[in-house]
């Protein structure tokens, strides 16, 4: 698949390298980290290394051997400051990614102390490491916490995000408007290594079959996956999300669902939200101070999909005909949907209330003091409909307290014209 998008990434990573120093590139995998670092590092000569599971040595051991010159002599180095000397060495400026950063420290804790000492005496002027990895939790402990020693020493800190359905399409050779392109969307999300498996001749009922119920299908085992790269292990982690994907989205439906005290959720809630496998939703206007209101959303179309679909209807998803299939596939997507709306509008959620829910607030774009109310439909929304939509709207926003604070309103509806 050829390489799109990234352009701010490739630009933020340009203008860090000019600065010299440390520069750190995190985010889930298969979301496209090795990919941009490797394009970005071929474009300028750089050397990179992708670190190994294993012990110390053998680890330095395979830096080494990814970095040595061709001709060179086997000089394996007693360590990894050692091995940045030798680079140093060679009489030119480097760049260096140190892939898989999270391996290397969790078989040697001491390593980002020592490469704290080495990067505030030692790295040359106008050389680049990169230090990478997948795992969001390890690498914000490493370098956004400020009791860790690498805190506050990176010149650029980059979180590779899923890319958009724009995107999607553009690599995939889809059209946008297309609602039957967004379904396919809706199951593989923005995490390209996915993408490489949408065959535009097949619907997304087909390719669902090919990524999750078929025969050794590739996203089988993507939960866990995900879950051991973030270090959230347990039973107890996909219980959460198995009942978050059956529509517990409350923290005291889904402690009901487990059969446990909510309070005994909480970290392990909290650990799920900086793996940013799980994301938290509050009432427009409202704050994690000011409100108890919470919902909690599996943030990846993809894991979504897994555990919405998948996991209920692994076992009878054979006997289904291919209307069931299709059926299935597009209320999952209706739910993606929602949240490409809000990402058209920034600044917008959901809000809900007693016996009142509303799709999406945010604030107008076309009015600095007003704001948009919205009600998505993840179908195409006929004239008079929409007329009975917004009149529908309008009564529920009297019921509304937000009303108080925003006088100046637009009603509108969402549908799927959207795409285009």
Known sequence: MDFVNRDRELRALDAAAR?????????????????????????????????????????????????????????????????????????????????????????????????????????????????????????????????????????????????????FCAACGLPPGDPASFERFSCVGGIPRYWEFVDPARDAADLAEDLFFGFAPLLDEEPRRVLRDEGVAGLNALAI?????????????????????QTGLSRLLRSLL???????????????????????????????????????????????GREERRLLVHGHAATVFEDHCRTLHPGGARYWGRGLEIDLVAPDPGDRKGILVAEVKWRRVGAAERRELLAGLAAKWERCPLRERHPRVRFEVLDEGVLG
């Open 19 to 167: 600065r010299g120093g440390l520069v750190v590139v995190y985010g889930r995998r298969r979301v496209g980290k090795t990919r941009l670092l490797r394009r970005w590092l071929d474009g300028r000569g750089g050397l990179y290394s992708q670190a190994i599971e294993a012990q110390p040595g053998q680890q330095l051991r395979q830096a080494a051997e990814d970095l040595r010159p061709p001709g060179a002599g086997e000089v394996v180095p007693a360590t990894f400051e050692a091995l940045l000397e030798l680079l140093t060495l060679r009489g030119k400026r480097w760049t260096l990614c140190l892939d898989e950063f999270p391996w290397l420290v969790a078989s040697d804790p001491t390593l980002p102390s020592r490469l704290q000492r080495w990067l505030d005496h030692s790295l040359p002027p106008g050389c680049v490491l990169v230090l990478s990895g997948s795992s969001t939790r390890m690498m914000n402990d490493l370098f956004l916490n400020r009791a860790a020693p690498l805190f506050g020493r990176a010149s650029l800190l980059l979180q590779v995000q899923p890319m958009d359905y724009a995107a």
């Open 274 to 320: 900086d793996a940013s496998v799980l994301s938290r939703e509050l009432p427009f206007g409202e704050s994690v101070r000011s409100t108890r209101k919470s919902l909690f959303r599996i943030q990846d179309p993809a894991l979504r999909f897994w555990f919405r679909v998948f996991s209920p209807h692994r076992s009878r998803w054979s006997s289904y």
């Open 241 to 261: 999300l198995e009942a978050v994907g059956r529509g517990a989205e409350r923290p005291s439906d889904i402690a009901s669902r487990l059969g446990t005290p």
